[in-house]
């Protein structure tokens, strides 16, 4: 039953005039011809994002890599300030008491 609307239809697009899709800019009969440049396009663009994922999943990789060190060097950083402002205060409450 398809294959016979599909005929069909293919036949009612061949008794078209070309002058009715003029205002197109293009012959119709070029849509139905094109498919495997399509399917190319197709496969282009998903190997594209398929690529774009991969390399998303990589700097995600490596600026996590790039951030743990960053994370615990200024932890660090907070402990010693917190050690230097205890350091101070003690100084400072020693020589108020004498």
Known sequence: MHEGLIRDHVVRLEELLPALFE???RDIGVLFTR?????DEIFSQRYRFKSLNHEQERVIVNFGALWRPELALESWAGQMDEQRAALWHAIYDTQGEN
């Open 35 to 39: 498919p495997e440049v399509v399917r």
């Open 23 to 25: 205002r197109y800019d």
